[in-house]
């Protein structure tokens, strides 16, 4: 008898419910291709052979056609020993706009900015190889490429969660660190109503 009362609840919750969360999708493939800006908030963490630690940041982008965003980054990122800062400009493709998650792959370059503590023997030898011992020069400024991939999720209103994994490349002439960041982003989205160019 209790597990018939039980059953009946269910069915009567998904016969009140249903209809309501039908009536209140949205057309996505209309909402993911609308134009417009964005500014995004980032928090997650960084890995490198030294361990993980805290990164954050920001991003501010355009929406420059249904597929595709142009994106200017910054991450603020750790390593033992190294504060780096990786500046960067690229593009996301996505490569599905048709649901409320919407997939892309990033490509990203530009300028990885570190600062080094000689002392800290935790310290990459990817920058301790470039000091001389005794010498003042305990800044770095390095090429920096960046690849990955991650998801747009439509929260509600002009507000979306982007949740990505990204492989950053520093190189200095034939050398290279290798750099893991990972987390999520907050972004507000300054698009015009759904479908609008």
Known sequence: M???ANRSALVALLVC?????????????QLNVSRGAELS?????????????????????????ARVALEGSGAWVEEP?????????GARVYLNTTGRTSPFVTVEA??????????????????LDRTLPGSPEKAFNDFVGASGAGLDVHVGGRIWLRPDARLL????????????????????RFSGTPGSP
């Open 2 to 4: 209790k597990r018939l």
């Open 17 to 29: 419910v249903l209809p309501s969360l039908v009536a209140a999708q949205q057309n996505y493939s």
């Open 41 to 65: 908030l980032f928090g997650g963490a960084s890995a490198a052979s030294g361990g993980a630690a805290p990164a954050f940041g920001w991003s501010a982008g355009w929406r420059a056609s």
């Open 81 to 89: 020993g190294v504060d780096g800062f990786a500046g960067m400009f």
């Open 110 to 127: 530009g300028l990885f900015h570190a600062n080094v503590t000689p002392s800290d023997s935790r310290v990459p030898d990817f920058y």
């Open 169 to 188: 490349v520093v190189v200095d002439g034939w050398r290279a660190n290798v750099l893991m960041l990972a987390g999520v982003h907050l972004t507000y």
